[in-house]
């Protein structure tokens, strides 16, 4: 077993990304995804944890989020929670959004009142925009993004608003329709990790007291 000190180059925080197929970096020929250009970025040292899952809701993120994250934990290390999802809740299945914004708000609320239980900084990213899926999905997003983001303030959780600044990013939207309609490759995924880092990720992510 390793003895870590404070000071150690690998003793940074440990960091759970949690989300949607955007998280886990769909698409990306570099395999790296926004997730691990920031990283690479802003943490270098960090134990990180890429936890998406691809179509998944707000709804099955908050199912599984303390299952996967507790096993992750460490005794006395600094924990943090990105969240991304809403992209998937804004797409519609028989006539009607997988999940209406009401109950998309509902599970980020529960989700954050659940890390602030366990003394968890967390922090969320904006649903990044579909481009296969059209305006009106796009409508959709604009809508919840905003109230997302006064939830996120309302509980002291930093929030980055990245949908409108991709849908009319070129390199986004050209990766994506050349792809699946979704998903970009590199050039898109560093313009996510540019617009998570301009967004205060370097701040959030500073060094917190260390509990005993």
Known sequence: MTIRTPGDPF????ICFL???FVQGLGDPEFRGWVGRVLQTAAPHATA?????????????????WAEVEVRTLPGADHRLVL????NDAVTEGGAPRVAHPDTLANLAALLDGARERGIAALVVGPPPVVGQGPDHLAR??????????????SGVPFVDVTGALAEDP?????AGAADGAHPGA???????ELVLDGGFGDWIKPTPRRT
């Open 49 to 65: 944890f890429n936890l998406g899952v691809r179509r998944q809701t707000s709804a099955q993120v908050r199912q599984r989020c």
């Open 171 to 175: 390199t986004w939207t050209a990766e």
């Open 11 to 14: 003793d940074g925080p440990r």
């Open 84 to 87: 991304s999802f809403g992209a």
């Open 187 to 193: 050039g898109g995924y560093a313009r996510l990790a």
């Open 19 to 21: 989300g949607d197929s």
């Open 141 to 154: 997003l604009l809508r919840l993004v905003p109230a997302m983001a006064e939830l996120c303030a309302s």
